[in-house]
């Protein structure tokens, strides 16, 4: 027997992490599989592919290895589908700083100390922290 073609159903359910689910048929009330690379015409202010529950759709049914499945899914008249609630948006710019001018040399930035066995303290009784030898690259220097 052939499969109809484009059918209309409302999304029973719809895995966002695992981007698949069912949708219920309106002309024999089955349910078929829906995955989440089926959506067609998906929303654009979405960042992933997804279908909301209780959302009305149209769609191709095709055999799949397990069954009927969805393929070619839309929303009602082409336009694209909602997605679901719980998929995240997608970000409007991308980020991008401000632009930070060239880069300060590390001199400029950090005082340059010479080496002490115990900066600071001296003569106090009480020994201060002490430094590497080789505090700086030698191409800082």
Known sequence: DALPIFVTGIVKWFNVKNRYGF???????????????????????????????????????VEGKIGPQAAD???????AVQGSKLAPDRKRHRFCPQP????QPYQNTYQMRPFTAYASNRGTGRPGRLFRQNRYPSYWQ
């Open 23 to 61: 949708i219920t048929r309106n002309d024999n009330g089955k349910d078929v599989f829906v995955h989440h690379t089926a959506v067609a015409r998906n929303n654009p202010r979405k960042a992933y592919r997804s279908l909301g529950n209780g959302e009305t759709v149209e769609f191709d049914v």
């Open 73 to 79: 899914v839309t929303g009602p008249g082409g336009v």
């Open 100 to 103: 930070r001018g060239s880069p």
